[in-house]
């Protein structure tokens, strides 16, 4: 691994032990101050920070192009603390909690989809598979570190994972200020003057199928983070910390996963074969889960969805830079774009099945990741056809 690769890796872990500190805390802050409507407002600030990031998440993608990608990542980490802060400080105003979550989705695209983008320019496209197999264990360790920290440092006070990850964020910042170099040379920017893609643009072609499946598998994602907790609090009455030990469980998995398999295994045009794998996987995960009376057996359905999530993320992300035809900053950002529509959804559809009845939203999750494999299937015949013309036309 390349310096400017590993300096970005541990960004990407720092910032996601961070982002996952919070997730055994929040539904029970919330729960303090408004216990009748538990489940409404965990989905909804859910959904409105990926809301605010999907507006987003282009516009700095595009910024990027133009400027550099190493501005826009320390903007977007100082921006993320700031957030964290803001929540922990006002944990006890319903307003100020949803006021957080808008800042932190205003920054998050600046963090997530420049730093792909940044591993794209670094890494020739022999080499982006292996890439994004680092981003998203990168990803998947500090997934599996942070909601274990929180759920420890919950027994402090509920607000102590929230200045915990400010203080991990700021160190982020850092960190990027003294070691991480400017990845996209000024020769190769895109001038002001130059009418940036729009994300429909991007949007086009075989690699739509792709863009689409990735929201279906954000959607499946973001439901399981909203309910998981409410779920196990009917089915086995799940603590914050049990909660932080299934995560941690489920980070480790994946994690193995995508520095093992995905890193040395999956070459350059595998990547199809194991999104299928990723996808049947992830459903067995969801079927299995709606059968879960107990933590340990929740956990080992939960690690068996994600064997499959770290399978099929990396994969359709270094597909999506293979095949793009506009900058990587506007591809990573409209990639980071979907996955924040499918948060958006995944919550307020997740946690509406919830209601209705507690199996439901894996049930449903279960379905949808095995729809997806029609998109892959689109995708892979829309591509050969392509190649196919450009051959001809050669």
Not at 7 to 28: A, S
Not at 135 to 147: A, K, R
Not at 151 to 180: D, E, I, N, V, W
Not at 291 to 312: D, E, K, P, R
Request: glycine share 12%; hydrophobic share 50%.
């Amino acid at each position: 691994m390349n310096k400017r690769l590993a300096v970005v890796m541990l960004m990407l872990i720092t910032t996601f032990i961070g982002f996952g500190i919070i997730i055994p805390v929040m539904p029970e802050l919330i729960k303090v101050v408004d216990p009748g409507r538990l489940e409404l407002h965990t989905g909804l600030m859910l959904s409105i920070y990926s809301a605010i990031s999907f507006i987003l998440s282009p516009i700095w993608g595009a910024l990027s192009d133009r400027i550099g990608r190493r501005p826009i990542i320390l903007i977007g980490v100082v921006g993320f603390a700031a957030s964290f802060v803001l929540f922990g400080l006002g944990s006890h105003s319903l307003v100020l909690m949803y006021a957080s979550r808008v800042l932190g989705g205003l920054f998050s695209g600046a963090v997530t989809s420049v730093i792909v983008a940044y591993v794209a320019d670094v890494t020739p496209p022999e080499e982006r598979t292996k890439g994004m197999g680092l981003v998203g264990m990168s990803i998947g360790l500090g997934f599996t570190i942070g909601p274990g920290f929180g759920g420890l440092l919950s027994k402090l006070s509920l607000q102590a994972p929230f200045f915990a990850a400010a203080g991990l964020a700021l160190l982020t910042f850092l960190l990027a200020l003294s070691r991480l170099q400017e990845s996209l040379p000024v020769e190769k920017r895109r001038q002001r003057q130059d009418k940036a893609p729009s994300r429909w643009q991007a949007f086009s072609g075989s690699i739509r199928y792709l863009y689409v499946l990735a929201f279906f598998v954000a959607v499946t994602l973001a439901g399981l983070e909203a309910t998981l907790q409410l779920f196990g609090m009917q089915r086995f009455d799940v603590t914050p910390a049990q909660v932080g030990m299934m995560f941690f469980v489920c980070g480790i998995v994946g994690a193995l996963v995508q520095g093992g398999v995905v890193r040395r295994y999956i070459r350059s045009g595998d990547e199809s074969k194991f999104i299928i794998a990723g996808l049947v996987l992830s459903a067995t995960g969801f079927f299995l889960l709606v059968t879960a009376h107990s933590l340990w057996s929740a956990t080992i359905y939960l690690a068996v969805f994600g064997m499959g999530n770290a399978l099929i993320r990396p994969c359709v992300t270094s597909l999506i830079t293979q095949k793009t035809t506009v900058g990587q900053g506007i591809a990573s950002g409209l990639s980071s774009s979907m996955d924040s529509l499918g948060r958006i959804v995944g919550p307020l559809v997740g946690v509406a099945l919830f209601k209705l009845d507690l199996q439901l939203p894996y049930i449903v999750a279960g379905i949808l990741s095995l729809l997806a494999l029609l998109l892959l299937s689109g995708f892979v015949a829309a591509d050969r056809k392509s190649a196919a013309q450009d051959s001809r036309m050669a």
